[in-house]
């Protein structure tokens, strides 16, 4: 698997921070509130230095988000061990149906970006279960003291209910390895980054802007291309150099 490859998944992950602005908006702005700060250079009209206040915040963030995308790459592991066993490696019928539902998922991710259709939302509802089971451990470990509790935590939020996750996965179960299903799942959670890492330092004041119908409209074609063209490919059975750079899924053989 080369970087080439991995470049659309960062772009999925990058353009559809959008929704995880959204989604994760709040959860961001809970674990910052939740964790103690140190005190920090107040300014001479009273109010805390902003630069200040960012170098105290940015370190506890960075630390959600590398536990965040941890969780990630084990869940890409393992769908990428589950994709290499032989039934899903020799079983052409099993892998042309992965390839169809790994673009079609894309499609559904970028019209839900668009806020043209919701369907996503109803795979978010099944991941429910899983996350409710998972509060418990949440609540354990605020305050955030220390930063093996940050990375925990951030862990832990890396498996709320996403679709947008969901949709990824499916490229890492086509992987057909649990080290190429690890680096699809990091090649998506640093797309991710930059606008949660930008979130947790400038909390709402940022939201307005991402969730603009022009900027939501733009990712989500974006993505929808991504997913039309590796639709494309498999229905046709046509592979290029140039095609097979724009498709998140690996050439169906």
Known sequence: MSLL??????????????????????IVGAFAVAAPRRSIPIQPDGAPSHASTIVDTAPRVLAFNVGRIGSYMVAGMLAGVLGSVPAMINLASVQTVTYWLANLMLVALGLTLMNIWHGLSR???????LWRQLQPLIRKLLPVQRTSQAIALGGLWGWVPCGMVYS????ALLSGSATRGALVMLAFGLGTLPLLFTLGL??????PLL????????????????GVAGLVRVGMGVSNAWLDTLCITPALH
């Not at 795979?123 to 279960?129: C, D, M």
């Open 202 to 207: 400038a909390g709402a004041s940022i939201q």
């Open 211 to 226: 969730q603009r119908s022009s900027v939501r409209r733009i990712a989500g074609l974006v993505v929808l291309s991504f």
């Open 5 to 26: 490859s991995l470049l659309p998944i960062f772009l999925i992950g990058l353009l559809g921070g959008v929704h995880c602005v959204g989604m994760c908006g709040g």
């Open 168 to 171: 990824v996965l499916m490229t």
């Open 123 to 129: 795979l978010e509802a099944v991941g429910q279960v």
